[in-house]
């Protein structure tokens, strides 16, 4: 039997950016996020992660629907440091040098995108900080995807350089020319298409810069005991994929496992023989995926313990307290209570510090 890929997957943060272009033009997008098997409440869960290849067809669709060009780079240009994942912004905001913050950033990637791959490569006074994806061949690469991962790139370097730096060349795998607006931002750039990796050069003697304190930095409020502290690779098997593509969509009712095989690309049976050889069930799966929902909500929220159990699909309070002790060793409470006491005792999350420096930005 062939063994179904994991999923590829990204965070909400990058969609959200499309989202802020089509809001921008006063186009309707609803109906549509509801026809690629999107979620509907993007902006609220920006580290939730949604398939990849539902973000593309959207993605072409407003492209199409609203006629700008260089679509991909409009939405990519919105974004900044603030929307990577908060342990990412972490480490490149501990990062003494720029090669030290892009090596963070090439580490732990996999946590913005999980199909995608980036390494630097140093020859001579050059360096060029490439960009490959796993699972997508090379003909169906996505100019507007590809901007995705370049202006990610860029905005690492500009948090060192300013927001005026440009790369010296920008390089495509796709064989679309850029636009005039894509010239009109990069005036003084060498665009080269049809490459074999997506990727940035610029001269090596900016990987000694130094990070200096900027307001970015600054802002960054550190508290004393806080585990800083960046995850490493991430393993993205079939079932952790899916755990953590499901999340995203149970503000909008339980996923039933036709919605979930629908975005797969299988048969429900497909699907449920996948999970056997996994000795995983796709109600297990469910269940999990509702409980770290709970968790999260425990943690960032003051909702009563009723309310998150409706919240996360469980009509009955009672069995959701029986679910989340078998699954957590706890029940909803003592693990409330045991958060914020870890909190009194210093030991919190990158979250507040991440807050609070958005705030102060912002």
């Not at 999980?114 to 090379?138: A, E, F, G, M, T």
Request: hydrophobic fraction near 40%; include cysteine.
């Amino acid at each position: 039997m062939m063994d179904i890929k994991p999923i590829s997957v990204v965070r909400a943060a990058y969609l959200n950016t499309v989202l802020n272009v089509l809001k921008g033009t006063g186009i309707e997008y609803e109906k549509q996020l509801r026809q690629c098997n999107l979620p509907s409440l993007l902006a609220q869960h920006p580290d939730a992660y949604i398939p990849l290849k539902a973000v593309l067809s959207f993605m072409r669709w407003a492209a199409y629907s609203t006629g700008v060009e260089d679509f991909g780079l409009h939405a990519a240009s919105r974004l900044t440091i603030f929307d990577f994942n908060v342990k990412l912004l972490s480490a490149l905001q501990r990062s003494s040098r720029l090669e030290i913050a892009l090596q963070a950033f090439c580490r732990l990637a996999k946590h913005e995108q999980s199909n995608i791959r980036y390494r630097i490569v140093r020859k001579q006074d050059r360096v060029k900080v490439c960009c490959s994806l796993d699972d997508i061949p090379h003909s169906f690469v996505n100019p507007d995807l590809e901007w995705l991962s370049i202006m990610s790139l860029v905005t690492i370097v500009r948090y060192f350089m300013g927001e005026d730096w440009m790369p010296a060349t920008i390089v495509f795998q796709s064989h679309n020319s850029p636009g005039r607006h894509a010239r009109h931002c990069f005036p003084d750039v060498d665009f080269r298409n049809g490459q074999e990796e997506t990727a940035i050069e610029f001269p090596a003697s900016l990987l000694s810069l130094a990070n200096t304190g900027n307001s970015l930095q600054q802002a960054m409020v550190v508290q004393p005991g806080v585990t800083t502290e960046a995850p490493e690779q991430v393993t993205w098997d079939f079932p952790t994929s899916l755990q953590k593509m499901l999340l995203a969509y149970l503000d909008d009712g339980y996923p039933n496992i036709n919605f979930a095989a629908n975005i797969v690309g299988s048969s429900a049976r497909t699907l449920q023989r996948q999970l056997r050889r996994h000795n995983l069930r796709y109600s297990e799966i469910v269940h999990q995926t509702q409980i770290e929902y709970a968790k999260q909500l425990l943690t960032d929220t003051k909702l009563r313990a009723l309310d998150i159990a409706l919240t996360v699909g469980y009509q009955d309070a009672s069995n959701f307290a029986r679910a989340f002790r078998r699954i957590v060793g706890v029940n909803p409470n003592q693990y409330r209570n045991n958060k914020c006491n870890n909190l009194r005792d210093g030991e919190g999350n990158d979250r507040f510090k991440h807050d609070v420096a958005r705030k102060a930005v912002y």
